[in-house]
């Protein structure tokens, strides 16, 4: 219930009165960190966003807002269409909500009732985390967190990458070669500074380890492995992992992806994603010599804290002039 005029916004099917608004998630698994969820405001706006793949998507923002004008709606239609194909049709019904508000969050997964950064507007759409891309992360959540969610907090992990992992997919394929480039420096960038591995097990509080995931969980458990398995088996295994609502862990997910693969991924697992303390990534020292008599040397040397030397495949790009390659 709430005074007449304010606009209430919650999960699922919205119905909404004068005084009453009703929200149904019946029907469809949500978990209870993002099945309940309540904001209000009495200065909202709703307009139509786009409609694509049998969902409408509309936008509630204060006069002001910018998170809808500066946004691609051709584009987001264009990823539900991809995104429908690849895992299904939209978990929540037929009517996707995207609501600006002072959040502490760049987006919250909401069921079917996203609520997004006020600010987020003001990001251009070649940034790292711009709106474009957040819309996008917090959509693919419906399926990675919403209908199929976590078995445990230490297995945080999967649903933040493949949220990542998907949006940057779809730019890498869809839009502007800027923003995929965007996505992954922002994952590099960040990565150097975890302080746990992507699937701890050492049993941190999920306040205490979250934020070192976003980095190195799409770039380990999606990104590195495109050279060893192919794009195509990585998003199979995701397909396959998101195939059924309830509660899966990063255990199941490495199944998945060595089904689709048919290779063993536990050694894998095991270097880059499972165990306890801080993750040591590989580091490189590159020197170079000459060139001499048409040939330049370089030596690519691995240099970690621990002395231990992990297998990685090294493409080298060489820049300048030369008479051949």
């Not at 934020?211 to 794009?231: A, C, K, N, S, T």
């Amino acid at each position: 219930t709430h005074p007449e005029g304010t606009i209430v916004l919650c999960p699922g099917k919205l119905t909404p009165g004068a005084t009453t608004t009703k929200c149904d998630v019946t029907g469809t698994l949500a978990p209870t960190y993002s099945g309940f969820g309540i904001a209000a405001d009495p200065k909202w706006v709703r307009s139509p966003y786009t409609s694509a793949a049998g969902v409408d998507v509309v936008m509630y923002e204060v006069p002001g807002g910018k998170i809808a004008a500066n946004t691609d709606k051709a584009s987001f239609g264009e990823f539900l269409t991809w995104l429908t194909k690849l895992l299904g049709p939209m978990p929540y019904g037929s009517e996707l909500r995207f609501a600006g508000a002072p959040s502490a969050w760049l987006g919250f997964e909401h069921p079917a009732n996203i609520i997004l950064n006020e600010d987020l507007g003001d990001i251009g759409t070649g940034a790292a985390h711009s709106a474009q891309h957040v819309m996008m992360h917090e959509t693919i959540h419906q399926y990675s967190g919403d209908r199929t969610t976590l078995a445990s907090t230490s297995d945080f992990v999967w649903k933040e990458a493949i949220a990542e992992y998907l949006a940057y997919v779809f730019e890498d394929e869809h839009r502007p070669a800027e923003e995929a480039i965007a996505t992954r420096t922002y994952w590099d960038s960040i990565a150097t500074s975890a302080e746990h591995r992507p699937r701890p097990t050492d049993g941190p509080a999920v306040q205490d380890f979250y934020v070192d995931v976003y980095g190195p969980g799409p770039m380990v458990l999606f990104l590195q492995l495109e050279p060893l398995i192919g794009r195509p088996a990585v998003l199979k295994g995701i397909q396959g992992f998101l195939s059924r609502a309830g509660a899966r862990s990063v255990d199941d997910l490495r199944v998945e992806l060595e089904k689709a693969a048919s290779k063993d991924l536990v050694r894998y697992f095991e270097a880059w994603v499972v165990g306890p303390g801080a993750p040591e990534w590989p580091k490189f020292d590159v020197t170079t010599q000459g060139p001499s008599g048409g040939l330049l040397e370089v030596t690519v040397t691995q240099n970690n804290p621990s002395g231990r030397i992990y297998g990685c495949k090294v493409d080298i790009d060489i820049n300048g002039k030369r008479a051949s390659v």
